[in-house]
């Protein structure tokens, strides 16, 4: 479903900040795949998430989502075939705009638009049963605007934009990790019940090492730009913690690690 | 009594030019408001607007005729800012200021190498004029006015409830959002430009044949009145005013009382000279209070954390 060949990136090329993000990153997702992506700071999960979703463009290798080599099609054209959260709260969704109103943007991601009607009466009714999935009543607010709910609330709003139209590939950037724990939980258990019922090809970053286990069915480590780690099947729900760690030392060569990875 | 009475009988001449400069306010609402962009090419298309249209009537052309080629002028000079600004990388505000600077150039041209052109309202048919300002009759400039604003605002109402407008709306409140949803923020954005500049270039036209001839600098300025107005419509009418059509009402209503308080602060004795000066610090003033009351309220919490310490 997804797939990454050498991918290579440079931020500030043939600057005194030259950084190279990605050092040919291989990778290759079946459908109805789930990966949780970890590695410290700089590590290069954000920027190859960001790769994909097309934020960035690449120097060099190929990225291929259902077939269609999407390397250099705009950001907005992916957005046809893939759906995104985003760490930031406030980015995925239209704070001045109803609740209704940013569904039915993302019922449109990858259709044309014309002068039909922005909603429709039938669409209204969908989106009510739609957001009952959610569990937070806001099926009772479609009218409200986005700004006024709260993060976790425009998280959640936010993944179920992403999946209104079933797309290819979902990317979740660290999506949890501005919500307080509790609500870090809750984010996470919708995520997981909307991934399985569609059986979503999904990309998940996160920082927290207990998540990137108990969450999907394979797991990949990053490091100076590079995939260390590929865990799946029995050995991704057999792994630990510590092993974890372990795996992570002897593939990056260091002992040093993030203290947010051990501390989360 | 003076005072009062030179007042009223003013006023009506007032309030004309106020819903005149009303039709160009709701062009800078669809860009400072709906987009988020602050667009300057409004001043040069304004006098671009007035120019096609006065040297088109002149030619015998039929004024609403003339209007729509003002729109498109206008449309012209606002897709030329948004390449600018979308596929030249150059920030907005700088795209709108090297259009606006271009078009004085181009104003000329289109009037034939004069600073402006006059349209005598007895050698032509007026859509609206200065002269019948205070007619009770079916020639003032009232009535044509507040029918062609009606009908300016439905057309709006009715496309922002559309795909493609809200489109626009999202792309003006989070482009992020926008691009991740399949829109392809930069078109939208210079279609969103085209709109508000060829609104503010038939706005120039009706200008100019209400002031019977279009000038080159018309313009100037026309950006700070345009936001003069967004802003006194919003402060006055933002709690009340929720629904799109009726916020666009209130710029209107917004552009009317600047006019008004204009005409009374000239006959209070103000310097013609002066006044200029006097719009762009209320301006200032009005985008400085939302700051003010944003910073001001965290300033004394500060305080009190300190006092608990």
């Known amino acids: 479903m997804l797939e990454l060949k050498n991918v290579f990136k440079t931020f500030n090329a043939g600057t005194v900040n030259e950084r190279i993000a990605l050092q040919g990153v291989d990778l290759h997702l079946k459908e109805g795949e789930f990966v949780t992506v970890i590695g410290g700071n700089g590590a290069g999960k954000s920027t190859m998430l960001n790769c994909v979703a097309g934020v960035h463009s690449v120097e060099m290798g190929q990225i291929i989502v259902d077939g269609v080599d999407v390397t250099h099609l705009p950001e907005y054209r992916r957005a046809k075939y893939i759906g995104r959260v985003f760490q930031d709260p406030m980015m995925g969704t239209a704070a001045t705009m109803q609740i209704e109103e940013n569904l039915a943007l993302a019922a449109r991601r990858g259709k044309l638009r014309g002068l039909k009607a922005g909603i429709s009466k039938a669409e209204r009714e969908n ?49 949890t990790a501005a919500l307080d724990p509790k609500t870090a939980a809750k984010v996470l258990e919708v995520t997981e019940r909307i991934v399985s019922a569609n059986n979503l090809t999904t990309m998940m970053i996160t920082h927290n090492m207990r998540d990137a286990i108990a969450y999907g069915n394979r797991l990949i480590m990053m490091h100076n730009g590079r995939i260390v780690v590929d865990v799946s099947g029995e050995e991704k729900k057999q792994l630990t913690v510590e092993q974890l760690l372990d795996l992570f030392s002897k593939a990056s060569g260091s002992d040093e690690v993030n203290d947010k990875m051990l501390l989360s | 009594m003076n005072f009062i009475q030179a007042f009223l009988n003013a006023s009506p001449g007032a309030v004309s030019q106020g819903l005149l400069w009303g039709i160009m306010a709701i062009g ?48 012209i000079a606002g897709m030329a800012t948004g390449l600018l600004h979308t596929r030249c990388g150059i920030p907005a505000i ?42 009770l009759s079916l020639d003032n400039p009232l009535l044509i006015l507040v029918i062609f604003l009606a009908v300016l605002i439905a057309l709006l109402y009715w496309f922002f409830g559309r795909e493609y407008g809200c489109a626009m709306r999202a792309t003006g409140a989070n482009q992020n959002m926008a691009r991740a949803q399949g829109i392809n923020t930069k078109r939208v954005i210079t279609i969103g430009l085209m709109l508000s500049n060829g609104i503010v270039a038939m706005a120039g036209g009706l200008i100019a044949q209400y002031q019977g001839a279009a000038d080159v600098n018309m313009g100037r300025g026309a950006i700070v009145i345009g936001l003069a107005a967004v802003i006194i419509g919003e402060v006055l009418f933002s ?37 200029k000066l006097l719009t762009a610090l209320i301006v200032a003033l009005f985008l400085a209070v939302p700051y003010w009351k944003r910073a001001i309220p965290q300033k004394k919490t500060a305080g009190k954390e300190k006092e608990h310490a």
């Open chain 1, 127 to 175: 989106y009510r049963e739609q957001l009952k999935i959610l569990g937070l009543g806001l099926e009772n607010r479609l009218t409200a605007k986005v700004g006024l709910l709260s993060g976790g609330q425009r998280q959640a709003l936010t993944l179920l934009m992403a999946t209104l139209r079933q797309p290819k590939l979902l990317l979740l950037d660290e999506h």
């Open chain 2, 28 to 75: 800078v609402y669809l860009t400072y408001r709906i987009l988020d962009v602050a667009d300057l090419t409004v001043d040069g298309s304004l006098a671009t607007g007035g120019a096609i249209c006065v040297v088109l009537m002149r030619m015998g052309v039929n004024p609403w005729i003339a209007l729509l080629c003002a729109f498109v002028a206008g449309a």
């Open chain 2, 94 to 135: 700088l795209s709108g200021i090297l259009t606006q600077l271009a078009l004085y150039s181009v104003n000329l041209r289109i009037m034939d190498g004069r600073a402006n052109t006059a349209i005598n309202a007895n050698k032509y048919n007026l859509l609206v004029s200065q002269r019948y300002a205070q007619e």
């Open chain 2, 239 to 275: 709690k009340a005013f929720r629904n799109f059509a009726l916020k666009l009402v209130a710029v209107v209503i917004g552009a009317v009382i600047y006019y008004l308080v204009l005409q009374a602060v000239l006959l209070a004795g103000l310097d013609t000279n002066d006044l």
